[in-house]
């Protein structure tokens, strides 16, 4: 399997995104129940953009132990997509305790878009890789830490 390098990444981030409703889900994905951290990081992502949503309404999917998955739109990290269902994201294995990388789909929730507006990914929530150290509310790596220096 091969491992994403941090230029790769970037590209990823920047081109996930969604469109069609009923995209089929990766070879593998399974529902999972979102973690304590993820309440928290969704309150962190409507602060910082304003904007309010439920999060009820995603269903939850990882793809266990990958570091990418594909889609028809190449490969992701992690992917939003809408559909009559509700809200659905799909996070590789390796990066479902990354708060960049979930908060970054939780923003296109949020935004109920698909692109990036740079007012709202970059100037108010900092969640692409190259903006994210400009805030850096918490270590990335360490969702307890998270929780203990949660600022509201
Ligand atoms: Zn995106």
Redesign the pocket.
Known sequence: MARVGSAGFVIL?????AGEPAAPLPENAVAFVAPPMFADWWERTESCSGRRGDPAEIDWFVVPGADEFTTDRGPKVAD?SQGRAGNRITVAGSFVNDELVVR??ML?VLLDD?G?PEDY?IDKCHLTWQSWGSERPVAMTSPELGAAVRAR
């Open positions: 981030l920047g081109a996930c995104g939003w970054h789909e296109h698909a990036h990914f």
